[in-house]
């Protein structure tokens, strides 16, 4: 299947890789089918999340274990099981990235994660438990602290 994408232009992907959403993300509720798309190689700390049938609805995402290895983010059980079967190896978990003209203001949503199930192809967007993650996490600021810490 080939898709209109925002950033890549036209893609073909593989459609049994696609996320359906049963409530939309924030801000997209009637938006229900996305695709996880790389910039290079699958693995790639950022990912794009791009609606199926709206090419301008695209998502910069990043996995937040890579940036941030403490995240444990506290999701009703409930809500993970309206998109199968709690798995944590079928698990995928995104936050949505906000890149600013001036990149050491780039930030991540670790209040209200992407999580995606790599078995049943079915997402949700959920509001953590706890007030312990903000909506506006630093990420440069978080390179910063990672870089010291490896050195």
């Known amino acids: 299947m080939v898709i209109a994408t925002r950033h890549f232009g036209e ?3 593989d459609e049994t890789k696609i996320v359906e959403f049963a409530k939309g993300i ?3 509720e009637e938006t229900k089918k996305f695709i996880v798309l790389y910039d290079g190689e699958e693995g790639n700390p950022f990912a794009w999340l ?3 049938n709206e090419k301008d609805i ?3 995402m990043v996995n937040p274990m890579l940036w941030y290895p403490q995240y444990s983010p506290d999701v009703d059980d409930e809500l993970i099981a309206n998109i199968g079967e709690l798995n944590q190896d079928a698990l995928e ?13 780039i930030t991540t949503n670790l209040r209200a994660p992407i999580i995606m199930n790599k078995e ?3 997402g ?3 509001v953590v438990n706890d007030d312990e993650y903000d909506i ?3 990420l440069y600021e978080q390179l910063q602290k990672l870089k010291e810490a490896g050195e």
Not at 93 to 105: A, F, R
């Open 124 to 126: 949700i967007q959920a």
């Open 50 to 52: 791009q609606a199926i």
């Open 26 to 28: 924030f801000g997209f």
């Open 11 to 13: 893609v073909e992907i």
């Open 58 to 60: 695209c998502l910069p």
């Open 120 to 122: 049943t192809r079915k």
């Open 93 to 105: 978990i995104y936050t949505v990235v906000v890149i600013p003209e001036d990149i050491k203001n």
């Open 136 to 138: 506006r996490h630093n």
